[in-house]
């Protein structure tokens, strides 16, 4: 499920929304503006659920390139009292 939400012009945004895609802008590869940070369509489960296999494959993916510590595992990441997997 895609929520959709209208279009954010950047100059009527909330600071915190501003603030909030400054730091998701940050780790963006290939750059993208803020605007398309918070315009981005963005997959939410509707149970709330995580797909933990994919939270795996990508902290497997940062240590094969040496981006993370390969001591981090998905207990470090995911706190299961409050997440619900989806897998």
Known sequence: MFVEQPKCDVDKCSAEK????SLIAEFIKPPISLEQVINYPVYINPEGALDVVS????????Q???MINYGTSIEDVVDRTYIKPLN
């Open 18 to 21: 501003i603030r909030a895609a």
């Open 55 to 62: 939270v795996k494959n990508q902290i497997g993916w940062y």
């Open 64 to 66: 094969k390139n040496n």
